[in-house]
């Protein structure tokens, strides 16, 4: 992304200035292919932001971003998929799309594999493998995996039944942020 388009539209904490001014300068980028653009394109009509939502049209700026090799892109298309937005429901093709983005260090796709494994949606259950990728996300302090493997030691799933660990790892996610691990922590 040159930086002269950049710093108009985006403020000094890299949040977008105004969508609506931002979009066409935006899309202007996508079209000429640079990933960054494309995904925050995507975003944009997956949020309404600047222009109609339209979940379709996200699911093509994500799904051209992740074709370039984007790994926030590869986090989103999963998601599309994930939740049939823009796409049919597809558990495995999210599955696939979270398996890319987590190889590449993204935790919050590091915690919905370990999830998909968990559940066994879009794979085969496999607790053992859950529990390592939610382990990872949480190294990285992503605090839904903390709060996911908080549960996983206050269940003894895939891991030896710890209340003591399952309550660090409950704290720690709710001191980022998290609301249930907050609420676990009220009320164990």
């Known amino acids: 992304m040159n930086q002269k388009v950049a710093d108009q539209i985006f403020n000094s904490e890299g949040r977008v200035k105004n969508y609506r001014k931002a979009f066409p ?19 944009c009509y997956s949020q ?7 979940f379709v049209q996200a699911f093509d700026w994500y799904s051209r971003a992740a074709a370039h090799g984007l790994t926030e892109a590869m986090a989103n298309l999963a998601q599309m998929y994930e939740e049939g937005l823009g796409t049919g429901r597809d558990d495995r093709a999210a599955f696939q799309w979270y ?11 590091q915690n919905n594999l370990g999830v998909m494994y968990l559940d066994g949606c879009g794979v085969p259950q496999h607790v053992a493998r859950g ?3 939610l382990k990872k996300a949480a190294a990285q302090d992503d605090p839904s995996a903390l709060y996911n493997l908080g549960n996983a030691y206050l269940d003894g ?7 003591a660990a399952a309550m660090r790892h409950f704290r720690k996610a709710a001191a980022l942020g998290h609301a249930r691990a907050r609420k676990a922590i009220r009320t164990k």
């Open 25 to 43: 300068l935006l899309l202007e980028m996508a079209q000429a292919a640079d990933p960054q653009a494309e995904n925050l394109v995507g975003y």
């Open 131 to 133: 529990i390592e990728w």
């Open 157 to 163: 799933e895939g891991v030896r039944k710890n209340p």
């Open 99 to 109: 398996m890319r983005a987590a190889r590449r260090g993204d935790p919050w796709s």
């Open 48 to 54: 309404g932001l600047g222009v109609e939502r339209d």
